[in-house]
């Protein structure tokens, strides 16, 4: 049976390497797949999914004034049956976008898997992330870890300086350079001016 799926995380948990490996068990079993992004993350390039690690896929691009539901059935009338849906930074939705990829669930029986943050940089729900937290089938966490060791679940922006922004349009696109996931206890303290950022560091040498 078809579902809405929400795989939701901090930053830097790996949710677009999870994605681009769901789109390669589909492929590699003849199933087609196809990717949605949003077209303000251009960091890859409009269209264009790209993981921390290297991994990448060609997607399509929509924004947020688009029916997500139309795009899906355009798709399948100019190249076939779809088995699957993949939704990357899916916390930029609208709540009118979610109710769309939910026909996508309930009408075409197209399973739909979203990947996204819960809250941006001052601890509130984006849009996307509300209603995907509220009407999707299923809902799994991927997890990440804080500099503290604990479990990361909020995330700090930061500025040129690597301070703590604490005020600012809810989005903003960023890397390792803009956001840092830390653990609750330690957002606290960070945006209470109590403690500090410690910088990420790069990945180890293979």
Excluded at 23 to 48: F, Q
């Amino acid at each position: 049976m078809a579902k809405l799926y929400f795989y939701y995380s901090a930053m830097n948990a790996g949710k677009t390497t999870t994605l681009l490996q769901s789109a390669h068990n589909y492929r590699e079993r003849g199933m087609r797949v196809a990717i949605l992004t949003p077209r303000l993350d251009d960091r890859a390039g409009a269209g264009v999914v790209a993981s921390r690690i290297g991994l990448r896929s060609e997607g399509i691009a929509f924004e947020r004034t688009d029916d997500l539901d139309a795009i899906v059935r355009r798709d399948i009338a100019q190249h076939g049956p779809l088995n699957c849906v993949l939704v990357d930074e899916s916390q930029f939705l609208t709540k009118a976008q979610v109710w769309q990829l939910s026909e996508v669930v309930d009408a075409l029986r197209i399973p739909v898997l979203c990947y996204g943050l819960r809250t941006d940089f001052r601890g509130e729900l984006f849009e996307g992330s509300q209603y995907l937290l509220a009407w999707a089938d299923e809902l799994t966490e991927i997890k990440t870890i804080c500099h503290t060791g604990k479990k990361a679940t909020m995330v700090v922006r930061v500025d040129a300086q690597g301070r703590a922004v604490r005020e600012g349009p809810q989005v903003e696109i960023g890397g390792n350079d803009r956001y840092i996931s830390v653990s609750r206890a330690e957002y606290k303290k960070v945006m209470s001016g109590e403690g500090t950022i410690e910088p990420v560091q790069p990945p180890l040498p293979l």
